[in-house]
């Protein structure tokens, strides 16, 4: 009799080696799926590991254009970002990694598919809500929720030993027990020693990025051009000669260079996980820092103010999900516009009907942001020097200048708006100095 098969999403580090080897061990046969998003691992070690551990099969998906394309330059249009700081890293690659899981599973007939995702994180969320989304009469053996592995394994240390026991080669050891997950957009670092929040993180932790410290004392410029708020172009210096890259996923790779030798886009942060937990994590995402930050500076320039506020405040909110405070230097309503496209992404809801319906809306949104904007990064920052448009004719240098009378604003016609907006207040204010009330 055949067994049956299971789709394991399967990385070639600890937890998923061992979920292998228990999810043989429980008659299973394992067809593994790597999914390509751009981390530097050695997919060909990773098979023949999975391969020598029992897997009947390992898939290895190149998803690193609809990584970028369709989940990392939406994100940069509504200028996503969780709880202020995190730029979503993890959340942007579950999508197609497991549209990619289903679609092996379902070439392979699998009953089921499973994944290494702890019982107290968020991809958990984030992949199953995808896969019954995706393929609503699917089975998910979920290893870390089910008693029989997690009474068997209660953490990293039992694993580590497992591993030992049974031949299985692993990067982690007791020296350096933390976890990561790497993409084409960020790393992160949790778990082990970093889960005491005061613990600060060991400088060979850091994988992407320099130490910004140490980053070159010479900064480095460079050129993104946006289309409708997708970047279409970098132009930079390499190797003392001008060069131009417009292909997405080389766009992406040269900002990351860039911004990687500079040491940008290091966090360290204790976020609020979607299932009520808090967690510590550590978080290099250097060229989506840069990408971001240049888009919401064009947007100052390029985009209508009604059209910026309606946006931020239904938009970007629900796509990202996160009850933030107002980032009040970048815009009144950036963080509830950033919250819409948070709730999508962080809770995993990116195979949803608001889903489609917000990324119409920032699709409209974006319309006329179009332009250049000039960068420079330095020691761990990236700061703006220019921005311009050819095409997009919001700022007027003559309304705006404090030299210059004329054009269509006369200064005169403040002094109505002024009158007119000061008819609530000075009923406030004669209130407050009844009641006696110092304001």
């Known amino acids: 009799m ?50 020598k551990i029992g897997a009947e099969k390992v898939y290895i998906e190149d998803l690193r254009r609809e990584f970028i394309e369709e989940l990392c330059f939406p994100a940069v249009q509504c200028n996503a970002i969780y709880e202020n700081v995190y730029l979503l890293g993890t959340s942007l690659a579950r999508p197609v990694i497991a549209r990619g899981q289903i679609a092996v599973a379902q070439k392979e007939n699998c009953i089921a598919v499973s994944h290494g995702c702890t019982g107290k994180g968020n991809d958990q969320v984030r992949f199953e809500l995808a ?25 990293r240390n039992d694993l580590l030993e497992y591993a030992a026991q049974v031949g299985i080669p692993v ?6 027990p933390w976890s990561m997950d790497e993409n084409l ?122 059209v910026r506020a309606l946006r931020d405040q239904f938009v970007t909110f629900n796509y990202s999900k996160v009850p933030s ?22 809770n995993g809801l990116y195979f949803s009907p608001e ?8 699709a409209a949104s974006q319309v006329s942001v179009n332009g250049q904007v000039r960068c420079r990064v330095y020691k761990g920052l990236v700061s703006v020097l220019g921005r311009s448009s050819d095409t997009e004719k919001l700022y007027d240098v003559s309304e705006s200048s404090m030299d210059e009378v004329g054009g269509s604003f006369a200064p005169s016609d403040t002094s109505g708006f002024i009158a007119v907006q000061a008819i609530r207040v000075k009923r406030y204010g004669e209130m407050m100095a009844e009641r006696g009330v110092r304001l």
């Open 2 to 51: 055949a067994k049956e098969k299971v789709c394991l999403a399967y990385s070639g580090g600890l937890d998923t080696s061992c979920i292998l080897a228990w999810l043989i061990e429980k008659g299973y046969g394992v067809i593994c799926f790597m999914a390509d998003v751009g981390q530097e691992e050695d997919f060909e070690a990773a098979k023949q590991k999975a391969l």
């Open 131 to 155: 896969f019954y989304a995706l393929q609503p009469s699917i089975k998910v053996i979920a290893p870390w929720r089910l008693p029989e592995f997690y009474d068997r394994f209660a953490g």
């Open 171 to 176: 990067s982690q050891t007791k020296a350096k």
């Open 185 to 306: 957009a960020h790393c992160s670092y949790e778990a082990g020693i970093l889960e005491d929040p005061d613990t600060t993180p060991p400088e060979d932790m850091w994988k992407l990025t320099v130490d910004p410290v140490r980053a070159p004392d010479t900064p480095e410029d460079f050129t993104l051009v946006f289309d409708k708020g997708l970047p279409v172009k970098l132009i930079y210096q390499e190797g003392g000669k001008p060069k131009t890259v417009t292909d997405a996923v080389d766009l992406f790779l040269a900002v990351n260079a860039i911004a990687r030798r500079h040491g940008v886009g290091r966090i360290d942060i204790v976020e609020n996980r979607f299932i009520g937990l808090k967690s510590r994590g550590c978080y290099e995402t250097p060229g989506l820092t840069c990408l971001r930050a240049a888009h919401i500076d064009l947007e100052g320039l390029v985009l209508d103010r009604e």
């Open 325 to 346: 405070l107002p980032l009040s230097h970048l815009s009144p309503f950036l963080t509830t516009h950033s919250r819409s496209l948070q709730q999508i992404l962080y």
């Open 355 to 362: 889903r489609t319906f917000l990324e119409a809306a920032i």
